[in-house]
Nanobody
Framework: QVQLVESGGGLVQAGGSLRLSCAASGRIFRIHSMAWYRQAPGKQRELVAGIPSSVSTNYADSVKGRFTISRDNAKNTVYLQMNSLKPEDTAVYYC????????????????WGQGTQVTVSS
């Protein structure tokens, strides 16, 4: 079984910063792409940032220049550094990863974390 556990959410004032972490654990053979999504009340879940490999990243237009995604493959962990936060960044942030397990090393399965709340006050 594989688990993704997020941490680092909280309440911050506009203009502040937060760093989210997501650690994958379990019988992992290989982690392929990793990403962060968010879902605000009454809205659909949206992609915030993705890191398909250690050398490529992609961002939603709304966070470009403010958020940075990175990963530590040795720790099976993905991070999201969020700077210059705005009230519209308020949402539950979810970690996502495509993982091949030791039981099925050639099959990629999509996993989600439980979510962490980020609230930005004006």
């Amino acid at each position: 079984q594989v688990q993704l556990v997020e941490s680092g959410g909280g309440l911050v004032q506009a203009g502040g910063s937060l760093r989210l972490s997501c650690a994958a654990s379990g019988r992992i053979f290989r982690i392929h792409s990793m990403a962060w999504y968010r879902q605000a009340p009454g809205k659909q879940r949206e992609l915030v940032a993705g890191i398909p490999s250690s050398v490529s990243t992609n961002y939603a237009d709304s966070v470009k220049g403010r958020f940075t995604i990175s990963r530590d493959n040795a720790k099976n962990t993905v991070y999201l550094q969020m700077n210059s936060l705005k009230p519209e960044d308020t949402a539950v942030y979810y970690c996502n990863a495509e993982i091949a397990t030791q039981a099925q090393p050639f099959i990629k399965v999509n996993y989600w974390g439980q979510g962490t709340q980020v609230t930005v006050s004006s």
